[in-house]
């Protein structure tokens, strides 16, 4: 089938967002509630009721052909069903139906988050081109995706490239996920603030106790604060060696809100990557920042719903 415009939806534990995306990637209606995470789901799917009707009442809407989804994860593409950690009314909640029934049975597909921001890079960001790339989401939590092939890989259930929950570290925390050292318990923005503090870092005046302060705090000098970003560092560029050992990429593209520490996370990961990535076909493997902004999340779910229903962007 073919559709020159998507309704495309982005969930995740603060917001619903919504946007019909064109197939040039531009946003041309918007919508966005919160997303009531500690509701029962019958309120959440509620939310995603009113984001869809407001798009729904732009003059676009009849062109739009599908709707994409890309949500807090795990996703389980193939059920259509959605279980995301900081949604808890959500467990196994069959979204794709209830967002079919909503739109008047339109086509609908499903991917996670970090697969719907790497749709995103891939299409028109940092890893336009290539044909192997693994994308990063660091903030809150850390998620990510791949291409391979030149084509996003979603996998099976939608959730491929969830590089936040590998384990790099097999005498760890417990992670709660249920692992052990995964990634994200060392590199994701609270654990990053968490061992700063535990190692003796102090905010300033201010109080602001977030993985951007501490990032400040490194710029600046701070040895302490500056660990803690090398420590996940270490741990993001431990994750990307082994992606990049399995399957061959070339690129790994890092976004997020801990990515915003620019240097202060990039130097100390480069140098890691250098001392992880070894052999020979890893070790060309480049580092760059995301490219597509706060919008990534939108304009990939459209991105990953054009690729799955075999039609040209
Ligand atoms: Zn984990």
Redesign the pocket.
């Known amino acids: 089938m073919h559709t020159d415009l998507v309704a495309a939806l982005d969930i995740g534990g603060t917001k619903i967002a919504g946007a019909l995306v064109a197939g040039d990637g531009g946003l041309l209606a918007r919508a966005q509630r919160p997303t009531p995470a500690r509701a029962e789901g019958g309120a959440v799917m509620a939310a995603v009721g009113e984001v869809l009707d407001e798009l729904a009442a732009s003059p676009e809407w009849p062109r739009a052909g599908a709707v994409g989804i890309g949500s807090a994860g795990p996703v389980d593409a193939k059920a259509g069903t959605v279980s995301p950690v900081n949604i808890p009314g959500w467990r196994d909640y069959p979204l794709v139906s209830g967002v079919r029934e909503h739109v008047g049975g339109l086509p609908v597909t499903l991917v996670g988050d970090g697969v719907a921001m790497t749709a995103a890079e891939h299409w028109q960001g940092a890893a336009r081109g290539r044909a192997g790339a693994l994308c990063m989401v660091v903030s809150t939590g850390v998620g990510g995706g791949l291409v391979l092939g030149g084509r996003l890989h979603p996998g099976p259930t939608g959730n491929a490239g969830h590089i936040?929950?590998i384990s790099v570290d097999l005498d760890g925390d417990p992670?709660?996920?249920g692992?052990r050292g995964?990634v994200?318990?060392i590199a994701s923005g609270p654990n990053i603030a968490r061992r700063a503090l535990e190692a003796g870092w102090r905010p300033a005046a201010d109080g602001d106790t977030s993985a951007a302060a501490v990032a400040a705090a490194a710029r600046d000098g701070d040895p302490v604060a500056a660990a803690s970003f090398g420590r996940a560092a270490r741990a993001l560029a431990a994750g990307i060696a082994a992606t990049a050992t399995l399957v061959e990429i070339e690129i790994a593209v890092i976004g997020g809100g801990v990515a915003n520490a620019g240097d202060v996370l990039f130097a100390p990961l480069r140098e890691a990557l250098d001392e992880f990535a070894t052999l020979s076909f890893v070790r060309g493997l480049e580092v760059a920042p995301a490219q597509m902004g706060t919008d990534a999340g939108l304009v990939g779910a459209a991105a990953a719903c054009w690729e799955q229903l075999g039609a040209g962007a």
């Open positions: 936040g929950h992670c709660p996920c692992g995964c994200e318990r």
